[in-house]
């Protein structure tokens, strides 16, 4: 028969159960992640416009397309997930962030098929991001239409 924990018990195996963290590493691994991969997109940018020849408006693109790429090459090769337990907010916001929710859900429904695993699970986790980000952008649209006429 299973003894029934008071409340001083059930809060004191809480509070050993619970991982400690420290909000200034947190703040720090995400200061210096997020800002090595903008680091890595400049030099993206720089090679484009200036080595390849890409004009200016379009070296932002390249930039995009190569930071997805590699997000998406790390998760594949299950690099991303240890990088972003210690990059935090770093690693999940920008862009790499959403390639990496798109990926990771096809990677492991893959073995699925195509249509039942790939096909549904894909938007798992960025389905609500697009979802949400679309319709905030409706709103907020409509708003600045109502108060520009």
Do not use: D
């Not at 210096?32 to 390849?52: D, F, P």
């Not at 070296?59 to 210690?86: D, N, R």
């Not at 695993?117 to 319709?135: D, M």
């Amino acid at each position: 028969m299973k003894k029934e924990l008071t409340n001083q018990e059930y809060a004191k195996r809480v509070k050993q159960l619970t991982p400690k963290f420290s909000s200034f590493s947190n703040c720090w691994h995400a200061f210096v992640s997020g800002g090595a991969i903008c680091v890595l997109g400049e030099i993206i940018r720089q090679i484009a416009y200036n080595k390849v020849g890409v004009n200016e408006e379009n070296s932002y693109i390249v930039v995009s397309i190569c930071l997805v790429f590699l997000s998406v090459i790390l998760t594949g090769f299950q690099v991303y997930e240890p990088l972003a337990k210690w990059c935090g907010a770093g690693t999940l916001v920008p862009i790499t962030g959403f390639a990496n929710s798109v990926a990771s859900p096809a990677i492991e429904y893959q073995k699925e098929g195509q249509v039942l695993g790939i096909g549904v699970k894909i938007f798992t986790i960025a389905g609500p991001v697009i979802l949400y980000g679309v319709f905030s952008s409706w709103v907020v649209g409509v708003i600045y239409w109502l108060f520009s006429r």
